[in-house]
């Protein structure tokens, strides 16, 4: 019965975190651990990364999990979700991203070059008479396909 909960949550929520299988269960720590272990020893799911391990079913590749990942992210996830909204503005600046999500310059700049690296963001150019950093916009790189994407693994 443990072993399925723990197993439901994480083809539920692929990439989850120790942290986020014990608040979503309200099982004790021990218990999470051994049936994590057990789950893990039958193939039955995967780990990834070591420090801060997310754990996912088997069956999803490994450049998924990759995406997963970064999008399960907090600010990449908020990013991501500002660019997808459906509206007229579609392109916003780095800047004009900082401000809505209410993050640091820094801390986009490094989300967003994470996004990028992964296509999933990409970089526009929005004035095309000048080439300033202030000109340079952001826009989801392929809306469908990560549409799909999200509802896929339910991010």
């Not at 929005?126 to 896929?152: A, V």
């Amino acid at each position: 019965m443990r072993k399925e909960i723990i197993f439901e949550l994480i083809k539920k929520i692929p990439g989850i975190s120790y942290n986020e299988i014990v608040h979503k269960t309200a099982l004790s720590n021990g218990v999470i651990s051994h049936y994590l272990i057990k789950l893990l020893d039958d193939k039955e799911i995967e780990k990834e990364g070591i420090i801060r391990g997310k754990y996912f079913e088997k069956n999803i590749p490994e450049k998924e999990r990759i995406l997963i990942t970064i999008l399960r992210n907090k600010t990449n996830n908020e990013i991501f979700k500002l660019l997808m909204k459906d509206s007229k503005k579609n392109i916003f600046t780095a800047n004009e991203i900082s401000k809505k999500i209410k993050k640091s310059s820094s801390t986009i700049s490094v989300s967003l070059k994470s996004l990028q690296k992964n296509k999933i963001v990409e970089r526009v150019l929005m004035n095309k008479s000048t080439i300033l950093t202030n000109d340079l916009g952001y826009k989801i790189h392929n809306k469908k396909k990560w549409i799909r994407f999200f509802e896929k693994y339910n991010l």
